[in-house]
């Protein structure tokens, strides 16, 4: 056995992990991972046993390039429905603070495959005689705030617990004569 095969079979400690979790974090900012794709290999490196464990992770990713880091521009942030709807649904860009407006209207937003710039991604969601429904994958720890007038707010997650270190969403609803519902989905 070599040198690099001895190494690879090195056990891991926590801080390795947490570092592969940070390069990890940095590649789902700059769109190279989709927030399901980070969730998933970020449970993997928490329970990575060996090197080669958590070199597999990161094994099919660009080098990131000198210079690139940080967000890039383009990340969506107004959804408008008003006698209509607004849908954002596979890849796409989502900002850190997002804006949801639905008036006689619908807004989908599903964050399964969105590209989350921040740790903390921060959606207004405004429904008056319409409705808002926001997917998030399971696992992402959620918290609904908000005043219902004549309307209702609805939270519907899967009995998962968080994954540590994960991306958290806050939806801030105000629902009047209309609905706003978070949910997971797998």
């Not at 590649?27 to 597999?56: C, I, K, P, V």
């Amino acid at each position: 056995m070599d040198r690099d095969e001895r190494s690879a079979e090195l056990r891991v400690s926590d801080p390795d992990r947490e570092a592969a979790v940070a390069r990890l974090r940095e590649r789902a900012a700059d769109g190279t991972l989709t927030l399901e794709e980070f969730l998933g290999r970020m449970e993997r490196a928490f329970s990575a046993r060996t090197r080669a464990d958590l070199a597999r992770l990161e094994a099919d990713l660009p080098r990131p390039v000198a210079g690139t880091a940080g967000p890039r521009r383009g990340a969506r942030r107004w959804f408008v429905g008003v006698l209509a709807g607004a849908r954002a649904a596979g890849r796409w860009r989502c900002g850190e603070r997002v804006a949801a407006v639905a008036v006689l209207g619908g807004c989908e937003l599903d964050l399964r495959h969105a590209l989350i710039e921040a740790a903390e991604v921060t959606i207004t969601a405004v429904a008056v005689m319409g409705g808002i429904h926001i997917v998030v994958p399971e696992g992402v720890e959620v918290e609904l705030t908000g005043i219902p007038v004549l309307g209702g707010k609805s939270l519907d997650l899967a009995p998962v617990a968080p994954v540590p270190g994960g991306p958290r969403v806050v939806v801030r609803a105000f629902p009047v004569m209309g609905g706003i519902e978070v949910r997971s989905r797998p």
